[in-house]
């Protein structure tokens, strides 16, 4: 067995895993989620390449050097440096083909620039459907979401036991569970003027106890449950919650009862009661390979007497 053979059969050994996992659950999370780590480091090293591809494109006649060209800046992006510094130097370049004396240069420098303008319009407008078209069909979910000091101790507990951990999800009480509005931006400014006749209030979370019928393993709030009831009644709902206790923070979601019997007794040893004050609630989005992103925040402004929301802009414009 030659050098050749032995390439081929651990290919096909990793192909072979790859199918396997994907066919299940928790292997298919955990190749999703090394897929979404490295994804970043390889996008540009991916980019650089198929540009490099391209301009052999250009100069060799085998090549279609301009499809290369178009994938590695997209993949690379249209905010990178040198992607940037070449748009502005071919549209210099254009405009003093038009300003030329020769009329051919002339004409050809204005069919570039009336080309390239035709297509970033409709750049523009795929990107407006592709907004709106995404919007109306991924899921969200309204939460109210601990402060981070909070959180970190809560990851704690859920990083051994609570799957939607690896999906991005911090720990949350949801008020309005996954679903798909009729209305995205409806929805959004019924949320905002409900918000806007409540105060921020106290909630502490300091029982802990199993939900059979789901199989989870929840913390109940002991002050501040009455009034997260009292929210939840008063915000534009989708669907009904089904979840029962609630409202609950989810911590771990196992399918042996035994199990989560031991993960209660793990997390009572060294668990203790967490408080904060509500002042916002926070709307996530299902994006690409089941991950949750945060998309607004929705503050609680009784005292300004004025609807408020605020835009995360920290998203992955590519997910």
Known sequence: MDQTDIMGLLLGILLLNLVWCSYRPQERQILWGWFLRIWPRVRPILGWFLIFIGILGV????????????IGSALIGPRHRL???TRVAYKQFLHRLAGSSNRFLAWLGRFGISSLRTMNQQIRRFIEYRTRYQRKHRPIRLAIVP????????DHYRLRYDPSYRHGLPPHIVLVPSSHPNDRDAFEREVAITLSQWS????????????????RLVLLPSQG?????QLQASLPQTRPIQRQPWPALTIGKLLQYSSLE?????????????????????????RFGRMWHEVRRFRLCASTNHAECVKIHALNDYA
């Open 147 to 154: 402060p981070p000091e909070v959180v970190a101790m809560l």
């Open 200 to 215: 921020g209030f106290d909630l502490t979370l300091e029982h802990l106890q199993i939900a059979p019928n789901q199989h």
């Open 262 to 286: 031991s993960a209660q007794t793990w997390v009572a040893e060294t668990w203790q009661p967490q408080r904060w004050h509500v002042a916002e609630l926070v709307l996530f989005e299902e």
């Open 83 to 85: 992607i940037r510094r």
């Open 225 to 229: 449950k009455g009034l997260v009831e």
């Open 59 to 70: 100069i060799l006649p085998i090549l279609q050097g301009i499809i290369f060209l178009v």
